[in-house]
């Protein structure tokens, strides 16, 4: 289970501005745009300043661009497009009035054609350079719905007094800053369509300086929103915010604390939230707040396309690690004699477990375990496997990969949600534990976002 798609990526520009920002020339300056970085910005070598790097956000490769210094470090400087002097055929216009303040996007002026190839090359890359290794084939990759595909995520709140209105929307590029929203296009339309009537709906309650965060879920018959609240609601607020679920058809859920704090508002017993995959007759029940991939059309050819790379038969046991609610090992155990699922969120595991038994799968197990701690003594470690499928969050496997006895192991599908982590683990596996890569390509499930998914399968010399 990769968790990093809960909220809308960032760029790393930012992370070093505020530390140089009395050195920063806004002079604007000509450059030539040589490459795109692993987070969607234009990368040059700035004339004059003896070749530095300088990653410019809103440039694309091949084109010539005046640009303004908005970030100077010791080894690079950041920049943004001021204007486009000679453009790259790939350039299209932004569909999104936002592009260029919210960071929930950065490609959109990329062809959606050309964004894939430019994130199958960045794990090619990280591969390479990373790794040390590179695939026997490169897989076509794969592509979903462009446009209002995200059914999870986070928005952030904030009331603004020099705008004397509530914000509600990602952050802005620079992420001390809420952007202000009238839409997102890449949510689900029925999210996407009413962030201002969120926002003008907010701006009205008492509370509305002590909501930071909105998360949204979305099932395929029922949307959810937990409202993060950092004091109790007043009885209007509360009556508001049942009113604004009913009028919009949102099952209203409140956090006031931590995980175990969430509860529903309206309706009062909750609604079920589920969404079926129906080439394998699974259905997959879970809660507002659980992990779930965000691209509902991708997340079904993703699956598809791992148990198609890993080729289990019908008589081998498969590990399925970090299974979240069981996306993969569901589908897996319509298909072989037994799987096995292991993650590290125990309500995850139980809700895997509870999906296990609702589709009628008495051969799927579930544990609950922290991959990143000794597991060399776990009761499921010491089973035997024919294959292995893991899709951990970004900061790889590379703990469990080694402690496991990979050499029982016929084949490995590994879907990674960051290409680093992938390459290096793939290192691991090739350089020094024996395996060849197979083949290797991207997945699409955040278009219009840097974010790369991926997949890669490993067989035995």
């Not at 990526?9 to 505020?18: D, L």
């Not at 609601?233 to 604004?244: E, K, N, P």
């Not at 038994?357 to 470690?381: S, V």
């Not at 534990?433 to 083949?439: D, E, I, P």
Request: include cysteine.
């Amino acid at each position: 289970m990769c968790i990093c798609d809960n909220v809308a990526p960032q760029p790393a520009a930012f992370r070093h501005v505020a530390r140089s920002r009395s050195r920063i020339d806004k002079t604007p300056f000509q450059t030539d745009i040589l490459d795109l970085s692993h987070d969607g910005r234009g990368v040059a070598r700035r004339e004059g300043e003896g070749g530095k790097v300088t990653f410019v956000a809103g440039a694309l490769p091949g084109e010539t661009v005046m640009a303004e210094q908005t970030g100077k470090s010791r080894h690079f400087d950041e920049a943004r497009t001021v204007e486009v002097l000679a453009a790259s055929p790939h350039r299209v216009q932004p569909r999104c009035p936002h592009f260029g303040v919210c960071a929930g996007c950065v490609l959109q002026h990329l062809d959606e054609g050309q964004q894939i190839v430019a994130k199958q090359q960045v794990l090619m890359d990280n591969l390479t350079r990373i790794g040390h290794v590179s695939p026997g084939a490169v897989l076509p990759p794969l592509v979903g719905d462009n446009w209002g595909y995200r059914r999870k995520g986070r928005f952030s709140v904030r009331r603004v007094e020099k705008k004397d209105k509530t914000l509600v929307g990602f952050r802005e590029q620079d992420p001390r800053f809420v952007a202000d929203l009238s839409q997102c296009l890449t949510v689900i339309p029925e999210i996407g369509t009413r962030v201002a009537a969120l926002s003008a709906f907010i701006e009205g309650l008492d509370g509305k300086r002590d909501i930071p965060q909105i998360e949204f879920i979305g099932g395929d018959a029922a949307i959810a929103l937990t409202v993060r609240h950092l004091q109790p609601l007043s009885d209007a607020d509360r009556r508001a915010w049942q009113a604004f679920g009913q009028q919009h058809g949102f099952a209203i859920y409140l956090q006031p604390g931590g995980l175990e704090s969430v509860h529903p508002l309206w309706p009062a017993e909750g609604v079920p939230l589920s969404f079926a995959l129906p080439q394998w007759d699974v259905e997959l029940a879970f809660r507002p707040l659980d992990f779930i991939q965000v691209n509902a059309k991708l997340n079904q050819q993703m699956i598809a396309h791992a148990l198609a790379l890993l080729d289990a038969q019908p008589d081998e046991r498969v590990l399925d690690l970090f299974c979240g609610l069981g996306n993969f090992t569901l589908p897996l155990a319509r298909t072989v004699r037994e799987v096995v699922g292991v993650e590290g969120e125990a309500g995850l595991v139980a809700r895997a477990k509870e999906n296990a038994q609702r589709n009628g799968l008495d051969n799927a197990q579930f544990f609950a375990a922290d991959l990143t701690q000794d597991q060399r003594g776990a009761p499921w470690m010491r089973q035997g496997f024919d294959k292995l499928l893991l899709d951990p969050p970004r900061s790889g496997a590379i703990d469990v990969l080694q402690q496991l006895p990979l050499k029982q192991f016929k084949r490995i599908v590994y879907v990674s949600c960051h290409p680093g982590s992938l390459a290096r683990d793939a290192g691991y596996l090739v350089n020094e534990q024996g395996f060849t890569l197979v083949s290797a390509g991207a997945m699409d499930m955040f278009p219009h976002t840097a974010h790369v998914e991926s997949i890669a399968v490993f067989e035995r010399k």
